[in-house]
């Protein structure tokens, strides 16, 4: 089995900040590219920012300058630095993990989910 607990979501004021984390766990053979997701109400799923296994970044426009993806390979575990949060950021957070099980089975996994609030 394998999966993806993510924490550190909440209630936050307009200017503030927030760290997500996302641990993937279970029969892991590799670790893959790992990303952050978002999904407003009323919304499509959109793409926050994505880190690949070498640590190449990449960003929404709308995120750029604000938010920091990073991660640690030794714990297979991806973060998520949200600084100047805004209203707008206000969704519900999804990791996401390309993942090599230990049958090298290559697939993508998402997380439950943890909720953001920017609100005052």
């Known amino acids: 089995q394998v999966q993806l607990v993510e924490s550190g979501g909440g209630l936050v004021q307009p200017g503030g900040s927030l760290r997500l984390s996302c641990a993937a766990s279970g029969r892991i053979f590799r670790v893959n590219a790992m990303g952050w997701y978002r999904q407003a109400p009323g919304k499509t799923r959109e793409l926050v920012a994505l880190i690949t296994s070498d640590g190449t970044t990449n960003y929404a426009d709308s995120v750029k300058g604000r938010f920091t993806i990073s991660r640690d390979n030794a714990k297979n575990t991806v973060y998520l630095q949200m600084s100047s949060l805004k209203p707008e950021d206000t969704a519900v957070y999804y990791c996401?993990?390309?993942?090599?099980?230990?049958?090298?089975?290559?697939?993508?996994?998402w997380g439950q989910g943890t909720q953001v609030t920017v609100s005052s």
């Open positions: 996401n993990a390309e993942l090599v099980n230990s049958d090298y089975f290559k697939r993508p996994y």
